[in-house]
């Protein structure tokens, strides 16, 4: 089932991914305080820096599934930080209002 539900998330990542870059994809971004984000973030630069975060861990997932080594798997939790890191600074200093 590993291997399986690995291809799974990596699929679902990559397609919401690019919905949310091609910006056919806001309603997966739905949800909490609309009216809040809406005031003091740029929904579409929120979107494309998500869609593009989504991408990453979906290629980082996909990789991740043929490799069995601990320090692969350790690489592979370093890298989701990377990334996750990454799209909050972004969405912090470039995706305010």
Do not use: P, W
């Amino acid at each position: 089932m590993g291997r399986t539900f690995d291809f799974i998330l990596a699929g679902a990542a990559l397609i919401v991914g690019i919905l949310l870059l091609t910006g056919h994809g806001d309603f997966f971004l739905k949800g909490g305080n609309t009216q809040l984000r809406k005031a003091k973030y740029d929904e579409e630069k929120m979107s494309k820096g998500s869609g593009v975060a989504l991408i990453l861990i979906g290629i980082a997932t996909g990789i991740d599934s043929y490799t069995t080594t601990l320090a692969a798997k350790i690489g592979y939790i370093i890298v989701l930080v990377l990334i996750l890191t990454g799209l909050m600074l972004y969405l912090k200093y470039k995706c305010q209002k």
